[in-house]
């Protein structure tokens, strides 16, 4: 059974003009999209967003980060999006990334790191509900 999984282009990526070139590295994994979309948010919304991290020295700075500049949020769907979506993004630090990971190609710093990839199903459910109603998911 396919499954699905939340994405974002973080805006370091989107700023780069790295944008299609992650699409197609999406693309060509095999993941479909389901909904897309490019647009910009509010500290408020990116501290709901990582509301997990809350209390974490880099809180402050990854709210900001992620409210200064648009972002392409995406649902992606094939069989084990999550884990799939994961290996193809790389470690979280581009310095510790595999070659050809999305972090290894595009990220600049650990904090601004080109792509977010939901980690697991309950996160993935929270994540896609947080940004898209149920008229967008086609
Ligand atoms: P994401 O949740 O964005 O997919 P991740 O699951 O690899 O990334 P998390 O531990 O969930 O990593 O951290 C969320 C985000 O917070 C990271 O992607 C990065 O942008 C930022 N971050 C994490 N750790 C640090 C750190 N030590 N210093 C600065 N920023 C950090
Ligand atoms: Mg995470």
Redesign the pocket.
């Known amino acids: 059974m396919p499954q699905r999984t939340f994405s974002i282009v973080?805006p370091d990526a989107v700023r780069k003009g790295f944008t299609g070139a992650i699409l197609a590295e999406i693309s060509k994994a095999g993941f479909q999209i389901v909904s897309i979309k490019k647009l910009s948010i509010s500290k408020p919304q990116a501290e709901g967003f990582?509301a997990v991290?809350q209390g974490k020295p880099?809180f402050d700075?990854?709210t900001t980060?992620m409210s200064s500049g648009p972002l392409v949020l995406l649902v992606l769907e094939k069989e084990n999006a999550i884990a799939d979506l994961r290996k193809l993004?790389g470690?979280?630090n581009p310095a510790n990334a595999e070659d050809g990971t999305i972090r290894k190609q595009f990220a600049g710093s650990?904090?601004?790191?080109a792509?977010?990839?939901s980690?697991a199903e309950d996160t993935a459910a929270f994540e896609i509900g947080y940004w898209f109603a149920g008229y967008e998911l086609v």
């Open positions: 973080k990582y991290h880099f700075a990854l980060f993004m470690a979280t650990i904090q601004e790191n792509i977010h990839g980690d």
